[in-house]
């Protein structure tokens, strides 16, 4: 690199809002790639690892939904001093697997977790970031797919604009030729999913949970008549669904339901 | 015609040969080989264990790629390290063979930005042969050079495909095969340097070309004999309504049709169908720069018509964006687009769509939908 790309290194930040901070710790542990990373940008405030503050930021990932009203005033105040915001894993991407909670009465939530304490902890339904600032760009998958967090990262260091893939994780299985996990009777949400992780758990044996949120411009009611075709009713079908993607299932139509 | 050599016996001995079928039916026979595309080749007798030494044989000259099981269920081409793995009789592979000319994933280039350089990735010039190749998928490369080949040829895909050598052998068609509804037989072989032909104690093996001769000629197994064979149809399951030769004019008049709304209310648009199409060579190109943000590669990776990003364009803009033109598209490119250039169908009946399809849609049930939609459109012109 030359000498005055160093000077100019971007300021780099990481948040965490209401998430597991997996997405967080799983960059610490790119061991082999951690040392590169720091020769190209300042990490000028990350909790997870160090305690300095700054005022303003290039790049600020935020990992975690939204789903506290001190969420919101925080997230707005970050994107005040951001030039790019990514929303970094499914929780900020889509609200993830807190959003599970949307689908019960909030009282209802709030009793079962705090007790008679309910009323000192206030909680609004998980939101993903883009619910309350604009998000420039999105890393998805829970946790994070780590090759596709270098790509953004690396994109956004060369003044790129990042390429996630929008296609199925069905395609990768094909790429690699692996046998169909839904013909081994397995349930998989990989026809629906969205790409990135190398198709991770069908590669493995596992079937996919559809953790990196629905590829854009679905066919609802195609995606629950297939999983009928393999066994599983409708109520099943879009409970499975859900486990990554409440909010956007929810927000879709009927998914074939009455 | 689809046929199978199934009346033959031969004795344990293995030099006499026994013909079990009547004079009469041996006439009827007779006449079905007299059309068929192997009559006039030489031809040789192995026995399975003939044809593993063979492929042992082969594996001395070039690296040999046959169809192996792969998981529970599955066949894919590989690389053979022992003869016995090899499949000699399976339904279909997952990845067609384009998989060896047109990769997956391909390097294309390294460039460095500082210097603004580049290199080309050098294409290995190594023999390779190809053992037990069904007559379809021999026919999707056949289609693959045609289009690789014109205008601005493919070098890449044309430098590999050099330096094939691919040997046939015949299938039993399951419910998803209709290559002989598109006039292609099971005995098809031309591209072939042999042909294996399933008899019932092992194979006959037709010389194709002077390569295969020479094959055979270095070979020490096998038993040369100049018998006309006996011939049995084999029937298929799935069927075309019309004859092959009538469907670009089918496509002609259903640009239009409901047909295509109906089947895409069931597709999901994983994109199955695109990647596992053996005449698909549709690729996305892309850019990947190291950690330290000045070497990188540029990658091709198969792409296909049916996934929703695949008609954006900067913007945002989307040509395609409903499923059921993207449907319509994709058979389009099989059975007119190309077609009105080459005059030859861009399917090849391997059957993968419909077979590895998740929500179970059939190629067959479309073109026979589309059929239909096209006679009642005749039938009304005719009143």
Redesign the interface.
């Known amino acids: 690199?030359?000498a005055q790309?160093v000077k100019s290194k971007p300021k780099v930040a990481f948040f965490d809002f209401t998430s597991c901070e997996g997405c967080q710790l799983n960059k610490l542990n790119f061991e082999n790639?951690l040392l590169?990373?720091l020769?190209?940008v300042d990490i000028v405030e990350f909790r997870e690892a160090m305690d300095d503050k700054a005022d303003a930021y290039d790049i600020a990932f935020i990992e975690g939904s939204i789903s506290t009203p001190t969420c919101i005033e925080r997230i707005h105040d970050i994107r005040r001093r951001s030039k790019v915001l990514v929303a970094l894993g499914q929780c900020a991407v889509t609200g993830g697997i807190n959003a599970m909670k949307n689908s019960h009465p909030s009282e209802w939530v709030q009793e079962t977790v705090y007790g008679k304490d309910k009323y000192l902890f206030p909680s609004i339904p998980a939101q993903p970031v883009s619910a309350i600032v604009k998000v420039d760009y999105e890393v998805r998958g829970c946790p994070m797919s780590a090759p596709e967090y270098?790509?953004v990262f690396?994109s956004l260091?060369?003044g790129r604009k990042p390429?996630p893939?929008?296609?199925?994780v069905?395609?990768e299985c094909?790429?690699?030729?692996?046998?169909?996990v839904?013909?081994?009777g397995m349930f998989?949400l990989?026809?629906?999913t969205r790409a990135g992780c190398d198709a991770l758990c069908p590669s493995n044996g596992q079937y996919c949970t559809g953790c990196r949120g629905m590829?854009?411009?679905?066919?609802e009611?195609?995606?629950v008549?297939?999983l009928k075709?393999?066994g599983f009713s409708t109520e099943e079908a879009i409970k499975r669904m859900k486990l990554f993607n409440t909010n956007e299932v929810d927000k879709q139509i009927s998914w074939g339901r009455k | 015609m689809p046929c199978y050599y199934d009346l033959m016996l031969y004795s344990h001995c293995g030099t006499k040969i026994v013909k079990q079928a009547s004079n009469t039916m041996w006439g009827f026979l007779m006449s079905k080989e007299f059309n068929s595309k192997l009559t006039d080749l030489k031809r040789y007798f192995f026995n399975e264990s003939d044809v593993r030494k063979f492929i042992d044989f082969l594996m001395t000259k070039a690296e040999v790629i046959a169809p192996q099981t792969?998981?529970?269920?599955?066949f894919?081409y590989n690389v053979v390290k022992n003869s016995s793995d090899v499949a000699l009789e399976y339904p279909r592979t997952?990845?067609p063979l384009k998989?060896y000319f047109l990769p997956?994933?391909e390097t294309l280039l390294t460039f460095k930005m500082?210097s603004n350089e580049f290199s080309e990735e050098v294409i290995e010039a190594k023999k390779q042969i190809f053992f037990g190749i069904h007559s379809y998928e021999m026919k999707g490369i056949h289609l693959l050079d045609y289009c690789l080949g014109k205008g601005k040829p493919e070098s890449n895909y044309l430098k590999r495909r050099a330096n094939a050598l691919i040997i046939g052998i015949s299938y039993k068609p399951d419910k998803y095969h209709f290559a002989t509804s598109l006039g292609i037989d099971i005995e098809e072989t031309e591209g072939f340097a042999l042909f294996f032909e399933k008899v019932t104690e092992g194979y006959l093996v037709f010389v194709v070309t002077d390569e295969g001769a020479e094959l055979i000629k270095d070979f020490s197994g096998g038993k040369p004999i100049d018998e006309q064979v006996n011939i049995e149809e084999l029937p298929q399951q799935a069927k075309i309504k019309y004859h092959y030769n009538r469907l670009p004019q089918v496509f002609e008049h259903v640009y239009n049709s409901r047909v295509w709304d109906h089947f895409?209310?069931?597709?999901?648009?994983?994109?199955?169908c695109n990647?596992?199409c053996p005449t698909c060579y549709c690729f996305d190109v892309?850019d990947?720069?190291?950690?330290?943000?000045?070497d990188g590669k540029r990658q091709r990776?198969?792409d296909?018509c049916m996934?929703?990003?695949f008609a954006e364009v900067a913007g945002g803009e989307?040509f395609r964006?409903k499923?059921a033109a993207r449907m319509r598209h994709r058979l389009y490119r099989k059975f007119s687009y190309i077609t009105k250039s080459s005059g030859e169908l861009h399917c090849v009946g391997c059957g993968r769509c419909t077979r590895?399809c998740?929500?179970?849609i059939s190629i067959v049930e479309i073109i026979n939908s589309l059929i239909e939609d096209y006679s009642a459109q005749q039938k009304k012109q005719a009143v």
């Open positions: 690199m030359s790309a790639e590169d990373i020769e190209l270098l790509h690396k260091v060369l390429e893939p929008d296609y199925a069905c395609v094909k790429l690699k030729e692996n046998e169909c839904l013909e081994k998989c990989g026809p629906i590829v854009s411009n679905i066919n009611k195609g995606a008549d297939m075709k393999h | 792969k998981g529970e269920q599955s894919a997952m990845q998989k997956p994933v500082s895409a209310d069931k597709c999901v648009g994983c994109g199955t990647l596992l892309r990947e720069v190291g950690l330290n943000a000045d990776f198969w296909g996934l929703n990003s989307n964006n499923l590895y998740p929500a179970d």
